[in-house]
């Protein structure tokens, strides 16, 4: 294997790593524990995790038959409906219909198609989690989780002129609405407008780093437990 080979696979890994970890975090984090109450159910989510990232992923690497994923994506599903899980299940499967939809539709808008492989999938995918790490989910771990993944959806769009920051103070009023529902701290809601607005202003800089509005994600969920 030579040393561009390995470099690649190396920079995939990475790259798989740092989506996983955006949706995987944030339930534990909210849990305050790393000890999910059902752990096989949890495994089973993550691994359909595990093949939607790298089926997203791998794209930009290595072209491969996108009916591989299809048929991977279905046993994670089937596993939960021979465990009788069937609301988890029914979650994924709405996961996968999407899924499907933006694969096997290559005219869908390319800001839609990014709308939901960054942001409407992942969101579902950590609430599936949550399910899965805490005993009950409540109306507000699902606010602060939604408002997160739009946060991330708004800083995954592109700026192309004025108008296009405005989307980052919807972003910042999201936060300021969650501090104001008693979700997340005062402390934390300053420093994630802080960290909204540096990220608005550093655009030219970050634009072509496609991972950043995962790790602003992961900062910002790790922000929300001040």
Known sequence: MNKHTTKTIDFLVLRIVIELIGIILLPFLI????KPIAPLDFMIVSLFALIYVFSIEATDFWPTPRMIYHVLLLIPI????????????????MQYIIYLM???TPKLNDKLTQVLEQGVIPL????????TVVESMTVKEVLLIGVLYLVKIIFSLPIKNF???LWPFIGIVAVILLSSGHIISFPATVIMIIL???STVAYPKRRNLNQFPTL?????????LI
Do not use: E, Q, Y
């Open 31 to 34: 849990n305050r524990s790393f």
């Open 78 to 93: 089937l596993l939960l409906l021979w465990k009788k899980m069937f609301i988890i299940a029914l979650l994924l499967l």
């Open 102 to 104: 933006t694969d096997r």
């Open 124 to 131: 579902f995918l950590t609430i599936t989690i949550l399910d």
């Open 163 to 165: 108008l296009d920051f």
């Open 196 to 198: 909204l607005l540096i």
């Open 216 to 224: 602003l994600l992961i900062v910002l969920s790790l922000v929300s």
